[in-house]
């Protein structure tokens, strides 16, 4: 189709057959949910904040504040920020897995129940509105090579952001911070969803904010999360009981 030598893609209705797991794959399975410790985290993004280039910080605060997956994050339109009421509407992925600049695609979310609208911290507001305001003096300053598409997270030339690039970015900080383990923009969304499970937030509300259709994703990261904080709270039980004696 490529190269015009034919018109229609025989393997376009195609559909692959999902990979049943047998119990001995899923008891094997040793995958951890990676994501950053709250001290991490802090660490982290007083690193983006105080050595980071050029908008880390609002990269990166905008991840862990709001869970939401990369794509939808690069996708972000002006009009879908709602200064007023604090909220961000999320209502579409970007696609760009070449990271080159102008062969992006702008899809419908991961799943029906990805289409949401998130509370954001007035801090993350305030980052925003500095951004806009820096964002449309570049635009003047610019304006016969900025191509004004009217995305938030953008590159000198108007065009949103590659995920490549914020990747990059996340492991200099990462480095900086002391951060010695392999972990990515994603990263930003299991560490939301782990703290909010330390706030005592609910299942339903986690799901909503993160966009889960499928109410068993949040339980299986949940279950996760909660087994890993009863093992630290044991430890810390055991670490008292050693101290008294």
Do not use: C
């Not at 280039?53 to 972000?76: N, Q, V």
């Not at 690039?165 to 560490?191: C, D, V, W, Y």
């Not at 810390?236 to 009981?241: G, R």
């Amino acid at each position: 189709m490529e190269f015009e030598l034919i018109k229609k893609n025989p393997t376009e209705f195609a559909k692959v057959p999902k990979k049943i797991d047998s119990i001995q794959d899923l008891e094997n399975n040793k995958e951890a949910i990676k994501y950053l410790e709250k001290h991490e985290l802090a660490a982290f993004l007083h690193m983006a904040k105080t050595k980071g280039l050029t908008y880390d910080e609002l990269f990166f605060s905008l991840l862990a504040y709001s869970g939401m997956r990369i794509g939808e994050m690069l996708a972000l339109k002006w009009k879908d920020i709602n200064f007023n009421e604090s909220t961000i509407n999320i209502t579409k992925t970007l696609y760009n897995p070449k990271n080159r600049e102008k062969e992006f695609q702008l899809l419908t979310p991961k799943t029906r129940g990805s289409v949401r609208e998130i509370k954001m911290d007035e801090d993350i507001m305030s980052l925003l509105r500095k951004h806009k305001k820096e964002q449309t003096e570049w635009k003047m300053m610019t304006r016969d090579e900025f191509t004004d598409l009217n995305f938030v997270i953008t590159r000198a030339s108007g065009y949103p952001e590659t995920i490549k690039k914020i990747a990059t970015r996340m492991q200099r900080l990462l480095h900086l911070a002391g951060i010695e383990r392999n972990l990515t923009p994603h990263s930003f969304r299991h560490t939301h969803t782990s703290l909010l499970i330390e706030a005592g937030v609910g299942i339903k509300e986690i799901q909503q904010r993160l966009g889960h259709t499928d109410v068993d994703t949040t339980m299986n990261i949940y279950a996760h999360m909660t087994k890993e904080m009863e093992e630290k709270a044991s430890h810390k039980f055991s670490e008292l009981m050693r101290s008294l004696k």
